[in-house]
C-alpha cells in the first residue's frame, strides 16, 4: 500500500517560537496534500490543501500567515506553525493523494503530536 | 449541503459477533465514500472505498462496506469482530463541490469501536 510519513512524530516547542512539520510521499507522487488538524477524540479538520508549484489554498478560519505550506516537490509538503502558542497545540495529519487511473485515493501519515509551552 | 453522519459516537461489541459501523451520507451526484480507522496517537489508515460498481466492498482487515444508494448509506462491517478492532473509525465521502477537483474529503464525526474479549 501506499505510504506517507511525517516529521517529526512529536515536538515539544516554546511558545513564540516556529516548528517545521514535513510530510513526505514515500512510494507515490502527489501533487496534492492535504493539511488537518485533530483535537482529542474529534474528527479531522482541514486546514489547507497543498499544491505542488502553487500556492496552498486555505480553509475558511486558518490564518495563512500563521500556518505556512510549501509543496516543494511532488513528494513533499511542509506545515510550519509560525510563533507557536498553547491554543497551537494539536495533532497535525497529512494526507497525500495517489491517482490510479481515474481512481484517487487518500493516504494519511502517522501524524505529528505538537505541544506548546 | 454534502455532509457525512456516524449516527453512534461508540459501538460495543463482544469478540467473536458481528460489528456494524453506520454511516449515512448526503451529496450531489455519486458519491464517492471511504472508511478510515485510526488507532490511537496515529494517522489514519485506508480501509476501503466505494467508487462504483458492487455494492458490497470488501476492505483491509477483513471490513467491508455496503452502499445502499436508496438509505443513501454506507455502513461498515465484519463478520467476526477482533479485540485487536478496537479503533476510531471515520467515514468520508469526497467533497465534489467547487469547480476545481481537488480531492478533499468530508469526514463524519468518528465511531469509537470497543470490542471486548
Known amino acids: 500500500g501506499a505510504v506517507v510519513s511525517q516529521h517529526p512524530s512529536r515536538v515539544i516547542c516554546k511558545s513564540g517560537t516556529s516548528v517545521k512539520i514535513e510530510c513526505r510521499s514515500l512510494d507515490f507522487q502527489a501533487t496534492t496534500m492535504f493539511w488537518y488538524r485533530q483535537f482529542p477524540k474529534q474528527s479531522l479538520m482541514l486546514m489547507a490543501t497543498?499544491?505542488?508549484?502553487?500556492?496552498?489554498?486555505?480553509e475558511q478560519g486558518v490564518e495563512k500567515d500563521k500556518f505556512l505550506i510549501n509543496h516543494a516537490s511532488l513528494t513533499l509538503s511542509t506545515l510550519t506553525v509560525t510563533s507557536a502558542h498553547p491554543e497551537d497545540s494539536s495533532f497535525y495529519i497529512c494526507?497525500?493523494?495517489?491517482?490510479?487511473?481515474?481512481?484517487?485515493?487518500?493516504?494519511f501519515g502517522p501524524g505529528t503530536r505538537l505541544l506548546v509551552l | 449541503a454534502q455532509s457525512v453522519a456516524q449516527p453512534e459516537d461508540q459501538v460495543n461489541v463482544a469478540e467473536g459477533n458481528p460489528l456494524t459501523v453506520k454511516c449515512t451520507y448526503s451529496?450531489?451526484?455519486?458519491?464517492?465514500l471511504f472508511w478510515y480507522v485510526q488507532y490511537p496517537n496515529r494517522g489514519l489508515q485506508f480501509l476501503l472505498k466505494?467508487?462504483?460498481?458492487?455494492?458490497l466492498v470488501k476492505g483491509s482487515y477483513g471490513f467491508e462496506a455496503e452502499f445502499n444508494k436508496s438509505q443513501t448509506s454506507f455502513h461498515l462491517k465484519k463478520p467476526s469482530a477482533l479485540v485487536s478492532d478496537s479503533a476510531l473509525y471515520f467515514c468520508a465521502v469526497r467533497d465534489m463541490r467547487g469547480s476545481s477537483n481537488t480531492g478533499k474529503l468530508i469526514f463524519g464525526q468518528g465511531t469509537t469501536l470497543q470490542v471486548k474479549p
Open positions: 494526507s497525500a493523494t495517489r491517482t490510479s487511473g481515474w481512481q484517487e485515493t487518500q493516504y
Open positions: 466505494y467508487i462504483t460498481g458492487d455494492n
Open positions: 497543498s499544491n505542488e508549484g502553487s500556492k496552498a489554498t486555505y
Open positions: 451529496v450531489s451526484g455519486n458519491p464517492y
